[in-house]
Each structure stands twice: as structure tokens, then as C-alpha cells.
């Protein structure tokens, strides 16, 4: 009897609505024209926020949607949080001006209004440059910097770089391999008369 109350209590809540909906993403990448490659000079422009580890988590799995649709945006990226300004960070309010931190960082969030660009920079840094000319209001005018955001990807190393991933190093051994393989078979075939 017990089951059979539960059974009906469910199915008056699917009825009327009462079950929860599935969370969705509240990071989601602006248009195609807007988010040509993370890797590209203009970045890749999006709605929400990033400030730690699942926000950092959502922006890549929303990029990777998005290059489901729009080849451009190859490859699939995987994001690590590894720090961000704070309000006082000394371009809060700007639209542009210099970054520097302690740790190397792969990727750059710049932040203002309800928006954000990604941008993968070009070799891994701990300075540059940064701006909000992405970012603009509806008259065109670039928002000021609410803040920035560094990530790195699967098996970056922030202390010094990247750090080769284990499929890299099984490729590197097995080449150096078959060097050393060539070079026995070689002294093997040489022979000298005398």
C-alpha cells in the first residue's frame, strides 16, 4: 500500500510539473562570430563567469560543445582553475593593461560585465597584456575589467610549463628506441676487410 502512495505521489508531480529540471550550464559560448578558436588573436567570447574550478570545467565543456558544430574551434580543451585577481587588482574598472603572476599560465580569462574571453596564449607566460575591447555595450563601448582569471589544461605544469602527457613519453621512448634499433642493426652490417 505504502509503494503504491509513492507511485501516485510521483505521478501527480510529473503531472504538474513538480519535478526539478536538469541544471544546465550557465556558461555558454556568445555566437560562431564571436568564437572563432581560443587559440585565435580575438579569443572566444562567452556568458558567465569563471572564478574557480567548476566554472573552469563548465567553460570547457561549453567550448567543446560548441566545437561540435563549429570545426573551427578544434580541438577539445580541458581547463584547470589556477588563480584569478580579486577587486583590487590594479586595472579593476579598465579596459586594458598588463598582467603578471608568480606561476605560469596557459589560459586567460579577461572579465567584465555579464561576459568573458578566453583566449590560449600563444606559449605559456606569468605576464602580458590584457583588454576588454571584446567586451562592449551596446553602443560598441568596451566595459571595464571586473577580473581575470589563469588556467592551465590536463598535465600543465604552472611551476615551468607544460608537461608532457603519457602518450607523449610511450612516442619519445619508442623513437628513441628505434634509433638505437637502426644504428645496432647498422654497425651489425658493416664489415671490414683486410
Same mark, same amino acid.
Given at each position: 500500500?505504502k509503494i503504491?502512495?509513492?507511485?501516485?505521489?510521483?505521478?501527480? *508531480?510529473? =503531472?504538474?510539473?513538480?519535478?526539478? /529540471?536538469?541544471?544546465?550550464?550557465?556558461? %555558454?559560448v556568445v !555566437? $560562431? #562570430?564571436?568564437? +572563432?578558436?581560443?587559440?585565435?588573436?580575438?579569443?572566444?567570447?562567452?556568458?558567465?563567469?569563471?572564478?574557480?574550478? *567548476?566554472? =573552469?570545467?563548465?567553460?570547457?565543456? /561549453?567550448?567543446?560543445?560548441?566545437?561540435? %558544430?563549429?570545426? !573551427? $574551434? #578544434?580541438?577539445? +580543451?580541458?581547463?584547470?582553475f589556477l588563480?584569478?585577481?580579486?577587486?583590487?587588482?590594479?586595472?579593476?574598472?579598465?579596459?586594458?593593461?598588463?598582467?603578471?603572476?608568480?606561476?605560469?599560465?596557459?589560459?586567460?580569462?579577461?572579465?567584465? !560585465?555579464?561576459?568573458?574571453?578566453?583566449?590560449?596564449?600563444?606559449?605559456?607566460?606569468?605576464?602580458?597584456?590584457?583588454?576588454?575591447?571584446?567586451?562592449?555595450?551596446?553602443?560598441?563601448?568596451?566595459?571595464?575589467?571586473?577580473?581575470?582569471?589563469?588556467?592551465?589544461?590536463?598535465?600543465?605544469?604552472?611551476?615551468?610549463?607544460?608537461?608532457?602527457?603519457?602518450?607523449?613519453?610511450?612516442?619519445?621512448?619508442?623513437?628513441?628506441?628505434?634509433?638505437?634499433?637502426?644504428?645496432?642493426?647498422?654497425?651489425?652490417?658493416?664489415?671490414?676487410?683486410?
Open positions: 500500500m503504491s502512495k509513492l507511485l501516485t505521489a510521483a505521478a501527480v *508531480a510529473v =503531472a504538474f510539473g513538480a519535478v526539478p /529540471a536538469m541544471a544546465t550550464s550557465a556558461i %555558454t !555566437s $560562431a #562570430a564571436q568564437c +572563432i578558436n581560443v587559440a585565435h588573436a580575438n579569443g572566444c567570447k562567452f556568458d558567465g563567469n569563471v572564478g574557480n574550478q *567548476a566554472h =573552469a570545467v563548465e567553460t570547457a565543456a /561549453a567550448y567543446n560543445v560548441f566545437n561540435n %558544430t563549429n570545426p !573551427s $574551434a #578544434a580541438p577539445d +580543451i580541458t581547463l584547470n588563480g584569478q585577481t580579486n577587486g583590487s587588482f590594479v586595472g579593476n574598472g579598465l579596459t586594458s593593461g598588463t598582467w603578471a603572476t608568480s606561476f605560469f599560465v596557459e589560459f586567460l580569462v579577461v572579465k567584465a !560585465s555579464n561576459e568573458f574571453v578566453l583566449y590560449k596564449l600563444a606559449t605559456p607566460a606569468n605576464s602580458g597584456t590584457w583588454n576588454t575591447f571584446n567586451i562592449t555595450n551596446k553602443k560598441g563601448v568596451p566595459h571595464g575589467l571586473s577580473h581575470l582569471a589563469f588556467l592551465g589544461s590536463d598535465g600543465f605544469d604552472p611551476d615551468g610549463g607544460a608537461v608532457p602527457e603519457p602518450a607523449s613519453w610511450a612516442l619519445l621512448l619508442t623513437g628513441f628506441g628505434m634509433v638505437g634499433f637502426a644504428a645496432r642493426r647498422r654497425r651489425g652490417a658493416i664489415s671490414v676487410s683486410a
